[in-house]
């Protein structure tokens, strides 16, 4: 389990009682994609306080044939390749269970001894530090969707169709009782492990925590899923929709407003409805952007395609309590807090851009003290249950991209070097998708995809 680390010495002895002797210094690239280097313990104390050289490519690099885009800065087309220096976070510390002798600690970037702010854990950072000035702090979690097939032949680990079979929770009981096990060990508190609708399809939802601690759970884990299904013959793909025609993934952000101590949920006052005015501006700031954001929450042409009528998807930006058909889903935990599903994103859209994009509207409907349309108390597939003028939500890359280009908020928000490393690789997948129509290729996406993510 992580615990709070207060220096770089008081590691070295906490690794060395745990019979560490390799640690892996990590991180999530664009797509959310683990990256690490190992490092042997003897050199731990040089790397950690003198940095790690890593090539900052990762967030230049398209999954094409792992080149470069002509982002500038990071990549070598740019000119010099120049390496950044990583650091880690101490608090980040785990031990690895499947691993022998294996710890983990996650790294931040920097370039000429500044963060590089491109990268999507500063990026997350920084919108939570903005909130924090204005005194909030975000309480989070995330349910993670995802398919389990057999490495070898791709065939889903589980057969039919049918929510929370008590038979397909333990399709393969060892693979069920690692990830039950050893997920807690490596700090990822599973409140919910089940079967859901499609075959091989899985959901794991954690525990919620403030911070970007959430987010980086979120990131745990993912690829501690990855490499447990490895162990046991499988693939889990967080793609979004590996099959047409099947149930996509998702990523639901759960997500409420505290005072900055943690303390004091801010979620809820008198008034009609019982939302406070920090939450309904909170909403309405993130309804107004949601044409933009969404290509953060959708980041792949395959996870757009999940915005459509009846697919347990939103397809505008629309509100409601307790209803599963609006893009914020406002509803209540077992103690009577009040908190928000952020319906939006997909299964393989990087957690901390999910959080990114939502503190940073939410900030922008505090700020402004915007108030949200009508609350959907009916189906919001349906236009007449709908306010009028409500922004539906693109479905194409082209069109996502020109909503986040036009939304100078999120734009300033999230930075310009991350906008321009971000679009690039975006601009990217539209060449491959125009590349793989020409082709005829209609496995291109899950090609691309599937093993990657």
Known sequence: MAVKIENVEQLMSKMKADDVKFIRFELGDMYGVSRSKIIPISHFMEKATRG?????????????????????????????????????????????????????????????????????????????????????????????????????????????????????????????????????????????????????????????????????????????????????????????????????????????????????????????????????????????????????????????????PYSCAPTAATWGFDNRTTALRVTQNTNGNMYIENRLSSGAANPYLVLAATVAAGIDGIKHEMEPPENVKGNAYEFENIPAKTAMLPTDMKTALEHLSNDNVIREALGEDFYQCYTGFKLSEILMEQEAKEKGNTNWEREFLFERM
């Not at 929370?164 to 060892?174: A, F, H, K, V």
């Open 52 to 308: 790690l050289k890593f090539n900052p490519g990762y967030l230049g690099w398209d999954y094409r044939k792992d080149g470069s885009l002509p982002i500038p800065k990071y990549t070598f087309i740019a000119g010099s390749r120049p390496d950044a220096v990583m650091f880690p976070d101490l608090d980040t510390y785990i031990t690895i269970p499947w691993l022998k002798n294996t710890g983990r600690i996650l790294i931040e970037p920097t370039l000429d001894s500044e963060p590089l702010t491109a990268h999507p854990r500063i990026v997350a950072r920084r919108q939570l530090d903005s909130l924090r000035e204005l005194g909030y702090s975000l309480l989070s979690a995330y349910e993670h969707e995802f398919f389990v097939v057999d490495k070898d032949t791709h065939e889903p680990y589980t057969k039919g169709n049918i929510s929370r079979s008590t038979l397909r929770n333990y399709g393969d009981p060892e693979f069920t009782h690692q990830i039950l096990t050893d997920l807690p060990e490596v700090g990822v508190d599973i409140e919910v492990f089940e079967s859901e609708y499609e075959a091989g399809q899985v959901e794991i939802v954690h525990k919620p925590s403030f911070g970007i601690k959430a987010a980086d759970t979120s990131h745990t884990c993912r690829i501690s899923v990855k490499e447990i299904a490895l162990e046991h013959g499988y693939i889990a793909s967080f793609m979004t929709q590996p099959w047409p025609g099947t149930e996509a993934s998702g990523l639901h952000f759960n997500h409420s407003l505290w005072d900055v101590q943690g303390q004091n949920s801010k979620m809820m006052d008198n008034s009609s409805n019982g939302l406070s005015k920090v939450a309904r501006n909170w909403i309405a700031g993130i309804l107004t952007h949601a044409p933009a954001i969404s290509v953060l929450m959708a980041p792949t042409s395959n996870c757009l395609k999940r915005y459509e």
